[in-house]
């Protein structure tokens, strides 16, 4: 059985489900045994961290030692206690790269135990977890990049030479976005890129039957739904926009508040209703009459693949949003407005009321997580 260990930034179980979680799970029911370790906790998380939720799960993971979530993919959420940490005195390279020697339990010990000293491939989805290849044996050696990583305010010097430093050392460097493929491969010459994007989970999205959730009850009117992170990219002033000249629609805001944005936002028509597992997602997406992606144009949303508009579509839900340079490529049926009225006016239109829906259902239907696995299966063999 071949041994897989993915180093990514979001917990396994947590609210916001990405690439690294996809992956790990397809390749686990496909025979390959796989350790998935998230960004590590530290004092700083347990004693200050905003996200309670987030936090709760993952020190508890930790506590246990681990979760299996089947018979060959096992979680984990290790906690260090000299972390590296952006803005503070330890945003430093040397403790980067070195953080993981402080981990209680040892974190080589760990791996070990779980026999995962030496695998088939080693899967970076996190410049903060480089250290992996310096410390595990491997064959070959994947980073996946989903975003532009530089464009993250939070990100300071020291992750975006790590950042660098991953695609220089690995063999393949997997890129979810054209545009930033192609601007990679102009900087990085001698790389061996490959464009592999997003995709939708087909098995969480499809169901026999869709219960309306509580918050719908007894709303009037139609349902805009936008389900994802509140964080920089989000343009609330769009959204108070469209809640302003839309009385007849309710705007639902549903995913974690890394800004604490919403908390600013009091109108009637608008309602922030937090992170929701993500076996109900499909639920309130169904129930919904169309999807929204209010987005800044800035140079990080350039390059969005956006995960929630193959899972609208896979429930034949139209999505109207901002317009950028990724999307018009990707040339999906989404609904494109170039700015804020553009908006306001698709979002009553007829094709918004009355979706092509067999047009949508096909667009997901050949954007599965399963049919992107292939490519990189290929790839690996």
């Given amino acids: 059985m071949k041994k897989i260990l993915f180093a990514a930034p979001h917990f396994f179980s947590g609210f916001v489900r990405v ?28 004693l200050f961290g905003k996200n309670r939720t987030d936090i709760r799960m993952r020190f508890s993971n930790y506590l246990r030692g681990g979760e299996n979530i089947n018979e060959n993919l096992k979680s984990h959420a290790f906690l260090t206690f000299l972390p590296h940490h952006n803005f503070t005195i330890f945003d430093r390279k040397w403790l980067l790269y070195n953080y993981y020697k402080f981990t209680f339990p040892q974190i080589n010990k760990m791996i070990k135990k779980n026999s995962f000293k030496d695998v088939d491939v080693l899967w970076i989805d996190s ?112 959204l108070l926009y469209l809640a302003d000249n839309s009385k007849d629609i309710n705007f639902f805001i549903i995913g974690p508040d890394r800004t604490n944005k919403m908390k600013a936002i009091k109108k009637s028509n608008i309602s ?69 009225s553009e908006f306001l006016e698709l979002i009553h239109s007829d094709m918004v009321i009355h979706p092509d829906h067999s047009c949508l259902t096909n667009y997901a239907n050949r954007n599965t997580w399963e049919s992107r696995l292939r490519d990189i299966l290929k790839l690996i063999n």
């Fill in 19 to 46: 690439g690294g979680q996809q992956y790990a799970k397809l390749l686990s029911k496909n025979n390959w045994k796989v350790i998935y370790s998230s960004n590590f906790l530290s004092p700083f998380n347990l």
């Fill in 272 to 340: 922030y209703l937090g992170p929701k597992e993500y076996k109900d997602v499909p639920d309130y997406m169904y129930q919904a009459d169309f999807g929204i992606i209010p987005f800044k144009s800035t140079k990080l949303v350039r390059c969005v693949n956006p995960i929630k508009l193959y899972e609208f579509f896979s429930l034949g839900k139209q999505v109207v949003s901002v317009s950028w340079e990724e999307l018009e490529l990707l040339k999906s049926p989404c609904l494109l407005a170039k700015n804020s």
């Fill in 127 to 238: 410049p903060s977890q480089i250290f992996w290849k310096n410390i595990i044996n491997f064959k070959k050696s994947i980073y996946r990049i989903p975003d532009a990583i530089e464009e993250f305010s939070k990100n300071r010097e020291v992750i975006i030479k790590a950042h660098e430093d991953a695609i220089h050392s690995v063999d393949t460097v997997i890129v979810t976005s054209k545009v930033l493929i192609n601007e990679l491969k102009e900087k990085y010459k001698n790389v061996n890129f490959l464009y592999c994007p997003n995709g939708v989970d087909l098995s969480n999205f499809i169901k026999d039957k869709y219960h309306k959730p509580d918050e719908y009850l007894d709303i009037k009117g139609k349902i805009a739904l936008y389900v994802g992170a509140i964080g920089e990219w989000f343009d609330e002033e769009l």
